[in-house]
């Protein structure tokens, strides 16, 4: 099972290019990272190959959702900045050698009802997801809780399942962020039992607080039975906001199968 770091959630204190040899070092195989656009794709994906580090996934560009800004995907006006986001993202991707793309849903524009805004995001992804398997990449998305990120329209696990359907590309997959599922009640491992399939990488944080598996309520130990009963062929990261540094300890390292080189604690 390949195992992945954020390089901004749990290692954004280092010095960006520092970060990589740490994931290395902590034992990681990979990293995620949605959008280093800021970065030319050759010098990332040296990065990438000095470290011997996979990239999980990359965010097409996107609208600030944090600022509630109109989603490029969800808003019919902005269809030419969502095709423009498309192409860049594949030049991107296929430079650094990353085979996943998250379309981010983010914010509903005022002016565009719910309707047309699931319309125009399902219309788009599998609009998108062609673009991509044209290019031999795939296409994921990820429900984000609305409570933390107001107005982020695809908030729910079982709203990402219905616009897969809807937009008939049944090959769309799924980031499962066991954080959000559980700010909204979510059960992820019965999710996992009922469609694992649809699961491609799963982020690992704990509940409440976001911090590191081992200060809340999260039964981790369920989740990882859960992979082991689907055969989950997929990848796992840490993304939390941390308490203490991970050079302290890796959380679930055990779990995640991480070889730790020497020199990490």
């Not at 996107?62 to 509630?68: E, F, M, R, W």
């Not at 009640?185 to 039992?193: I, T, W």
């Not at 300890?249 to 604690?265: H, I, K, T, W």
Request: hydrophobic share 40%; net charge negative.
């Amino acid at each position: 099972m390949l195992a992945s770091i954020h390089l901004t959630y749990v290692l954004g204190t280092l010095p960006f290019e520092e970060r990589f040899a740490a994931a290395r070092k902590l034992g990681f195989q990979a990293v995620e990272f949605p959008f280093p656009y800021a970065v030319p794709a050759r010098e990332y994906a040296r990065l990438l190959d000095d470290h011997g580090l996979a990239q999980i996934s990359i965010g097409a560009p996107a609208a600030d959702y944090k600022a509630g800004a109109p989603a490029y995907s969800l808003t019919p006006a902005l269809k030419p900045q969502f095709d423009e986001s498309v192409s860049t993202v594949i030049e991107y991707a296929k430079a650094i050698g990353c085979s996943r793309v998250h379309v981010f849903a983010g914010s509903r524009a005022p002016d565009v009802s719910q309707e047309l805004a699931f319309e125009t995001y399902c219309s788009n992804l599998a609009e998108a997801y062609d673009r991509l398997h044209a290019e031999g990449l795939g296409l994921v998305i990820e429900p984000v809780n609305s409570t933390d990120f107001s107005g982020y329209f695809l908030d729910r696990l079982d709203l990402a399942i219905a616009a897969i359907s809807r937009s008939e590309r049944p090959r769309i997959k799924i980031i499962l962020d066991v954080y959000h599922a559980h700010v909204n009640g979510e059960d992820p491992v019965a999710f996992l039992g009922d469609h694992g399939s649809s699961v491609t990488h799963i982020q690992l944080a704990d509940f409440p607080g976001r911090h590191e598996p081992g200060t809340g309520t999260v039964d981790f130990d369920a989740i990882f039975q859960a992979l082991v009963d689907i055969n989950y062929p997929g990848s796992v990261g840490l993304e939390y906001v941390p308490t203490r540094s991970v050079f302290e300890g890796v959380p679930l390292s055990r779990q995640l199968g991480l070889a730790v080189e020497s020199g990490a604690s």
